[in-house]
């Protein structure tokens, strides 16, 4: 079955700290992983895409990797701002005819001052 | 460039009730997909279209209904309300399949069932 799973469920760290959230996938054939940040209220931006062939994608203080060996990702979060907190959201696309997303269910960051 | 737009916001119906939600693309994208999104479920797949047609289904009663127009706007419809129908309603563009280019979520409508 076609799973993508988070961890931790929700995470809260101090202002200018770093953190990594996790997402384990059984997704398969892989096509493509994703993170989102969905702030409260407001629907997901997209933060990464990755394919099988790439490792790490960066954009601005987010850095996402892939093991595709493994069906690991994660996140990395450098120097966090109050205005990261969060949910933030894994998603999995199968390389298969017809297919859908997969969804995790996401990692709620709260970053304190 | 304008981004995806959804309308109403707000939505409050009772139990048997009928509702249609619209959904309007960032210009030039072909695909629209929709997803219901509650605290337990987190996000969950309805269907995409693609230049009018349905490309794919996910797991919801047939109650869940949609369609594209030829201008790539969306609407999706639920007949028979129920009150698990509660839940913010998302609608995604792409200029492609979702599956391999990048989507942009719309704010939601917050559907609330009595």
């Known amino acids: 079955k076609n799973q993508v799973e988070q961890s931790p469920q929700s995470l809260i760290i101090l202002e200018g700290k770093n953190c990594t959230l996790q997402c384990n996938y059984t997704v398969s054939p892989f096509s493509n992983l994703r993170w989102y940040k969905q702030d409260t209220g407001r629907g997901p931006v997209s933060l990464t895409i990755m394919t099988f062939s790439e490792n790490t994608k960066s954009n601005g203080r987010y850095t996402a990797t892939l093991d595709a060996d493994t069906k690991q990702s994660s996140l990395h979060i450098t120097a966090s701002q109050l205005s990261d907190s969060a949910s933030y959201i894994c998603?999995?696309?199968?390389?298969?005819?017809?297919?859908?997303?997969?969804f995790g269910k996401g990692t709620t960051l709260s970053v304190s001052s | 460039k304008a981004g995806v737009t959804q309308t109403p916001r707000y939505l409050i119906k009772t139990r048997g009730q009928q509702v249609t939600l619209s959904c309007s693309p960032i210009?030039?994208?072909?695909?629209v997909s929709w997803y219901q999104q509650t605290p337990g479920q987190g996000l969950q797949f309805l269907f995409e279209?693609?230049?009018?047609?349905?490309?794919n289904k996910g797991n919801f009663p047939g109650r869940f209904s949609g369609r594209q127009f030829s201008n790539s706007r969306s609407e999706m419809n639920v007949s028979t309300l129920e009150l698990g129908d509660s839940a913010l309603y998302l609608c995604?563009?792409?200029?492609?399949?979702?599956?391999?280019?990048?989507?942009?979520f719309g704010p939601g409508t917050r559907l609330t069932v009595l």
């Open positions: 210009s030039g994208h072909r695909s």
């Open positions: 995604a563009s792409s200029w492609g399949g979702s599956d391999y280019n990048e989507q942009f």
């Open positions: 998603v999995v696309s199968a390389k298969q005819a017809g297919t859908a997303l997969i």
């Open positions: 279209y693609f230049s009018e047609t349905q490309r």
